[in-house]
């Protein structure tokens, strides 16, 4: 499913960013 990928995709991707905000 499309959708379900692309709502995954920005989930990982805020994480990421979440990440580093908290460790930069």
């Not at 499913?1 to 930069?24: D, R």
Request: charged share 0%; aromatic share 20%; no cysteine.
């Amino acid at each position: 499913n499309l959708l379900y990928t692309t709502y995954f995709v920005l989930f990982l991707v805020s994480s990421l960013i979440l990440l580093v905000a908290i460790f930069h």
